[in-house]
Nanobody, 126 residues
Framework: QVQLVESGGGLVQAGGSLRLSCAASGRTFSSYNMGWFRQAPGKEREFVTGITWSGTNTLYADSVKGRFTISRDNAGNTLYLQMNSLKPEDTAVYYC???????????????????WGPGTQVTVSS
């Protein structure tokens, strides 16, 4: 079992940057594929980006490609999301999630992820 807690959210102006962290408990973090999802007010939760357990493969939603970077520190049990060139439409609650142990590819479907953090709010002002 994995417990996840996000941090690093906040208020930032358009064009600015934020770095989100997701701290994981347990000794199995390094075996899980990880993902970042977000949910804007009045919208469904959507896939943002994901990374395989080894860090070899990543996948990005078209809306964040070239602006966001996912990374992980398996020794430190932490997942990161570097967000640059933020836009007002990036405003949402951001969630990290874990699933699919030792999978070779990143999955976008929420049903593929078993463990979720409580989320952190990101607000981008125009």
């Amino acid at each position: 079992q994995v417990q996840l807690v996000e941090s690093g959210g906040g208020l930032v102006q358009a064009g600015g940057s934020l770095r989100l962290s997701c701290a994981a408990s347990g000794r199995t973090f390094s075996s899980y594929n990880m993902g970042w999802f977000r949910q804007a007010p009045g919208k469904e939760r959507e896939f943002v980006t994901g990374i395989t357990w080894s860090g070899t493969n990543t996948l990005y939603a078209d809306s964040v490609k070239g602006r966001f970077t996912i990374s992980r520190d398996n020794a430190g049990n932490t997942l990161y999301l570097q967000m640059n060139s933020l836009k007002p439409e990036d405003t949402a609650v951001y969630y990290c999630a874990a699933g699919n142990r030792f999978a070779r590819y990143v999955f976008q479907s929420q049903s593929q992820y078993d463990y979720w953090g409580p989320g952190t709010q990101v607000t981008v002002s125009s």
